[in-house]
T-cell receptor, first 115, second 116 residues
Framework: SQTIHQWPATLVQPVGSPLSLECTVEGTSNPNLYWYRQAAGRGLQLLFYSVGIGQISSEVPQNLSASRPQDRQFILSSKKLLLSDSGFYLC??????????????FGPGTRLTVT | AQTVTQSQPEMSVQEAETVTLSCTYDTSESDYYLFWYKQPPSRQMILVIRQEAYKQQNATENRFSVNFQKAAKSFSLKISDSQLGDAAMYFCAYRRGSSNTGKLIFGQGTTLQVKP
C-alpha cells in the first residue's frame, strides 16, 4: 500500500532563516505531487505541483520554491523565511492515467511557525 | 475557470442526528470528479467520498452520502447518525476529468460541530 511521509512535523524558525520541508511517497511510482499551505481555520492554497522529476509548476508568486530531485521526493524550500510563511504545509500525491481513482492523498503535514 | 463554493462556514448537529453540508461548483466541463474531504483537529486530510460526474447514482460510504445534482451544479454531503468523531472541517473539491496535472480546486471549508 502507498504511504506519504512529511518531516519535520513541527518547526519553529526565526525570520530570515532558510527552510527545507521534505515529502516522500512510498508504494507507487511517477505520481503527481503537490504542496499546499493552510492558515489556521482556513482553506487550502496550492503552492506548487509536479508531474515528474525536475518539473515544477508554481501557482502563486511567493518566497518559496520547490524541487523534485527524485520520483517520489518533493521538497519545499525558502532561502529567507518571512513571518507570513507561517502555516500548516501539506504534501499530497495522486496517480496518473486513465482508469484510476483521481483523489489526492495527503501527508500528515508540517506546522511551521516563523518567529 | 472552475470554482467551488461552500456557503456554510460553520454548522452544528446533535449527536445521532443528520446534517447536510452544501457545496456548489461552476464549470463548463462535462467530465469531472467531485470529492469531500474531512480534516479533523489532527489536520490530517481524509477522503470521505468521491463522485464521478458521469454516474447518475449518488455515492454512499456508510453513514456518508451525497446528493449530486449535475444540472444545478450542486454536491451536498449528508452525514447520518452523527458521531462525536465527525467533528471536523469538511472540504468540497473538484477535479477536471481530462486534467493531466491532477489539480483539485477546493472550497473554503465548513466547520462541523457535533454536540453530545
Amino acid at each position: 500500500s502507498q504511504t506519504i511521509h512529511q518531516w519535520p512535523a513541527t518547526l519553529v524558525q526565526p525570520v530570515g532563516s532558510p527552510l527545507s520541508l521534505e515529502c516522500t511517497v512510498e508504494g507507487t511510482s511517477n505520481p503527481n505531487l503537490y504542496w499546499y499551505r493552510q492558515a489556521a481555520g482556513r482553506g487550502l492554497q496550492l503552492l506548487f505541483y509536479s508531474v515528474g522529476i525536475g518539473q515544477i509548476s508554481s501557482e502563486v508568486p511567493q518566497n518559496l520554491s520547490a524541487s523534485r530531485p527524485q520520483d517520489r521526493q518533493f521538497i519545499l524550500s525558502s532561502k529567507k523565511l518571512l513571518l507570513s510563511d507561517s502555516g500548516f504545509y501539506l504534501c499530497a500525491w495522486n496517480l496518473k492515467g486513465a482508469g484510476v481513482s483521481y483523489e489526492q492523498y495527503f501527508g500528515p503535514g508540517t506546522r511551521l511557525t516563523v518567529t | 475557470a472552475q470554482t467551488v463554493t461552500q456557503s456554510q462556514p460553520e454548522m452544528s448537529v446533535q449527536e445521532a442526528e443528520t446534517v447536510t453540508l452544501s457545496c456548489t461548483y461552476d464549470t463548463s466541463e462535462s467530465d469531472y470528479y467531485l470529492f469531500w474531504y474531512k480534516q479533523p483537529p489532527s489536520r490530517q486530510m481524509i477522503l470521505v467520498i468521491r463522485q464521478e460526474a458521469y454516474k447518475q447514482q449518488n455515492a454512499t460510504e456508510n453513514r456518508f452520502s451525497v446528493n449530486f445534482q449535475k444540472a444545478a451544479k450542486s454536491f451536498s454531503l449528508k452525514i447520518s447518525d452523527s458521531q462525536l468523531g465527525d467533528a471536523a472541517m469538511y472540504f468540497c473539491a473538484y477535479r477536471r476529468g481530462s486534467s493531466n496535472t491532477g489539480k483539485l480546486i477546493f472550497g473554503q471549508g465548513t466547520t462541523l460541530q457535533v454536540k453530545p
